[in-house]
């Protein structure tokens, strides 16, 4: 009797194992788009020891783990190539982010480049996406949390054989299938107040989409977005500057030089001597008075014929600078979500302040 029962769990055991090599193996083989679980863990799996120097609680760490990483990742597959991209919450809360895949089981770790493809500041997060050996690789995640003070190391992984077809709210990139015609401009601004505004920019290169049809107008601007922008606009050679002093600010960032430049250039501050808050999201009077100082470093002369906005809801540091961008009609009640000054200003808000101003330049 014990044999059969032993025989019986045994076999039991053996059909789970192969039914989720099978998922495994299907979900591999075919190119496509997918969602799939994710797995943490703060003790690296392969030492069993924590790399950054903190907890050695696993249930601590772990939980601290999922407060970072959301329970899903979007999961691309394409002749022969693998891309995932992982949404990471509390985003505004962290930077210098960096990530490393392991391109065989225990083996060594090899840093790689990453897209921000969405960034939703209702749910402070942001969606990084990258190319990966395979995918269920374990990647280790670095990166410093503001809150904490210090650098952040752990591991995950997707969860390969919880793979469902399609991409749920993730911003997918590989097209499958037989190629359709490309649709001219962003489905998602045709009715926005803030069209015209957004067309500029975009024209001018001072802005992409976050895809190929999609714009997010309504998505709040990042500080260092915010700043890239006017280095685009300035046409600026920012190569021989770095990060400097903001120790949150990673070398490799897409926005590094143009915050070392704008900051030489006394365009913008960090938030404190050694911190900048580059994926914060930059409020409506942050953007008018650095709009204001680029203004003032570009020798651009500011026009008088506009109104003085309603000044209540102001910090006091940003009176003069919100009082000066009112008179030369760059903020409006539109694209200060209503003169409320401390609100985050969106990718929509700041393309209609970049063109009121440029547009205001050229006349």
């Excluded at 069209?195 to 989409?209: H, M, N, Q």
């Excluded at 309504?218 to 500057?241: P, Q």
């Excluded at 919100?322 to 700041?350: P, Y």
């Amino acid at each position: 009797m014990r044999d059969r029962s032993l025989k019986r769990v045994i076999s039991i055991f053996m059909a789970v194992i192969f039914c989720s090599c099978m998922q495994l193996n299907a979900f591999a083989l075919s190119d496509g788009i997918y969602t799939a679980d994710t797995l943490t863990y703060y003790i690296n799996p392969d030492t069993e020891k924590t790399d950054d120097g903190g907890t050695g609680n696993a249930e601590i760490g772990e939980g601290m783990c999922r407060s970072a990483v959301y329970e899903k990742a979007l999961v691309e597959q394409q002749d022969g190539k693998i891309w995932v991209s992982l949404r990471m919450l509390l985003y505004s809360h962290i930077s210098n982010i960096r990530i490393y895949t392991q391109n065989t089981p225990k083996g060594a770790y090899t840093e790689v480049k990453y897209s921000v493809m969405a960034e939703n500041s209702t749910n402070d997060s942001g969606d990084l996406r990258f190319e990966v050996p395979s995918a269920d690789c374990l990647v280790k995640t670095k990166m410093y949390v503001a809150p904490m003070g210090r650098d952040v190391c752990f591991y995950w992984k997707v969860d390969a054989s919880t793979a469902q077809s399609g991409n749920a709210d993730f911003v997918k990139t590989i097209k499958l299938g037989t190629k359709t015609t490309k649709k001219e401009g962003f489905t998602d601004i045709s009715s926005h107040w803030a069209k015209a505004d957004i067309e500029s920019v975009v024209s001018k290169k001072l802005f992409s989409g976050t895809s190929d049809s999609t714009f997010s107008p309504d998505t709040a601007m990042t500080r260092g977005m915010f700043v890239t922008v006017l280095g685009r606009l300035s046409g600026e050679d920012v190569s021989k500057y770095n990060s400097g002093k903001f120790r949150d600010v990673g070398a490799n960032q897409y926005y590094a030089k143009y915050i070392g430049w704008a900051n030489a250039k006394g365009i913008v501050s960090g938030v404190t001597e050694t911190t900048f808050q580059p994926n914060a999201p930059v409020t409506c009077e942050q953007a008018t008075a650095i709009l204001v100082k680029y203004m003032e470093y570009k020798g651009i002369p500011f026009k008088t014929n506009g109104s003085v906005t309603k000044m209540d809801s102001v910090s006091s540091w940003a009176k003069k600078s919100v009082e000066k961008a009112g008179l030369a009609g760059i903020i409006s009640s539109q694209n200060t979500n209503g003169f409320q000054f401390k609100s985050s200003a969106t990718r929509a808000d700041v393309a209609s302040m970049v063109m009121n101003m440029v547009n205001g330049a050229e006349k």
